[in-house]
């Protein structure tokens, strides 16, 4: 199967193209960009609780490290292949850049279904994986973090394999890890904070202040979904909708979004929250709210419903809710949209937080993670802007092109070994 065959791929590398065109890119440094700087695919054979042997697909994507170590998840799920993971590490390239980091893109995973391992296959699988890695990653080349169907114990059993091949405790070969062995504080709510943040700022832009008339429905109240909720409530907005895979719950004066998260918490499905009114997923995107944040899955926009979105502000907290279709057709309705790798980028700038804090063995505290996320995502939300403007493209192309400019700088001082 070819390298660039996925939907995401081809998605990934229109989006490349299009910025290249609108800004004027240099088309030796696009060549480069379309392809990855390095592509393996492992195999993950690991003993089963039965005594049988069972082999798994695996693999780690760096596209680009021009800027510094590779960073991006890794992902357990039935679906992960070559393409797919190399689209993915793209797109951490470019979201890499756009905020400013220095580090570059790369992704990783494995083709399984986690939900069908126990806990000590999973840990055979995730140590037997960072062995097969184990030479291609590390603090100064490529720092993987959690991503769908893993998560912090996932990265502790990673740091731990790598730690006990090279003689000490690395903190700095993963993100995502538990606070006990070397997390930062601020990440697990980092993401949907930053989406919060990027709400405020577009809201200062249309020259509207978040008050307790603000409307806000929210699709997904996952690890994204769930801190913007809380954030953007204790700033006074009315949460009247969220939802889940089982359905959306609704409430015109406004959720109750401490026990909403309790419910979920305690892991039950929103649809069986006693007394909620149940309304449909697609319901939720319809509804007149004056923010729509989509923190679910990819493609949950598209051609078929985009008409219906009645939202004046939108905040992709996932990567690639809206299709180019629904981005064109809402942008030139004059809806605001934030776009993906910008409004989720809050999970990556704390993860290099907790990259350097692991480095320098010294930690901050959750308040100085906040600033400093704040500082970040201010600079990058004020450069998509100026892009938006200076180019008259949409958001997603603004923010595509505010990226390319500072990798195109980079990959030109930098030059093309051997020359
Ligand atoms: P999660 O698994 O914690 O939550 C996902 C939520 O979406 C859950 O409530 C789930 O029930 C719901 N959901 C799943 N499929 C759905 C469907 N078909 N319809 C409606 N709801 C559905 O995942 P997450 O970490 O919150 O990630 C959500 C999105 O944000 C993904 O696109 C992910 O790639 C992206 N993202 C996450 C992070 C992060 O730090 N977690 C960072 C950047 C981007």
């Not at 082999?55 to 760096?62: D, I, K, L, N, S």
């Not at 910008?342 to 901050?364: K, R």
């Not at 200076?390 to 980079?410: C, G, N, Q, S, W």
Request: net charge neutral; aromatic share 8%; charged share 20%.
């Amino acid at each position: 199967m070819s390298l660039y065959h996925s939907p995401l791929y081809k998605d990934a590398l229109a989006q490349l193209e299009l910025a290249s065109e609108a800004m004027g890119a240099d088309p030796n440094i696009i060549e480069r960009l379309k392809y990855p700087k390095r592509a393996i695919q492992v195999s993950v054979p690991i003993r089963l609780d039965d005594g049988t042997v069972k082999t798994f697909e695996a693999f780690r994507v760096q596209h680009n490290i021009t800027l510094g170590p590779g960073k991006g998840g890794i992902r357990f799920h039935p679906d992960v292949d070559l393409s797919e993971t190399t689209a993915l590490a793209m797109l951490m390239t470019f979201k890499c850049a756009l905020v400013g980091l220095p580090l570059g893109g790369a992704k990783g995973g494995i083709r399984v279904n986690p939900s069908e391992l126990s806990r000590q296959e999973l840990q055979a699988l995730t140590r037997r994986y960072a062995t097969e890695i184990g030479p291609f990653v590390g603090p100064d080349k490529d720092i993987p973090a959690p991503d769908i169907g893993t998560d912090a114990q996932t990265m502790a059993w990673f740091m731990d394999t790598y730690s006990q091949i090279n003689g000490y405790a690395a903190h700095g070969v993963v993100t995502g890890k538990p606070i006990s062995v070397g997390g930062s504080l601020g990440r697990a709510a980092a993401t949907g904070r930053g989406v919060a943040y990027c709400v405020n700022f577009a809201y200062d832009r249309m020259g509207k202040k978040i008050d307790t008339n603000t409307t806000v429905a929210i699709h997904g109240f996952g690890k994204v979904g769930t801190p913007a909720a809380e954030d953007l409530s204790a700033q006074g907005a009315k949460i009247v909708a969220v939802s889940d895979v089982s359905g959306a719950i609704y409430n015109e004066s406004g959720l109750d979004v401490p026990a909403a998260i309790d419910w979920v918490k305690s892991g039950k499905v929103l649809k069986d929250l006693p007394g909620a009114k149940l309304i449909s997923n697609d319901e939720l995107l319809a509804l007149d709210v004056d923010i729509l944040i989509p923190a679910a899955i990819d493609g949950v926009v598209t051609s078929k419903n985009m008409e219906t979105v009645r939202a004046s502000l939108i905040a992709e907290g996932a990567n690639g809710p809206l299709t180019k279709e629904a981005i064109t057709y809402l942008s030139d309705k004059g809806v605001f949209i934030i776009p993906d790798i910008l409004c989720n980028a809050g999970g990556v700038i704390v993860s290099y937080f907790e990259w350097v804090q692991g480095l320098a063995n010294f930690f901050w505290d959750e308040d100085e993670v906040n600033k400093k996320l704040h500082r970040i995502l201010k600079e990058a939300f004020d450069d998509v802007m100026s892009k938006h403007t200076k180019y008259k493209v949409d958001m997603k192309k603004a923010a595509m092109i505010a990226a390319l400019a500072k990798l195109e700088a980079a990959m030109k001082l930098r030059g093309l070994f051997p020359g």
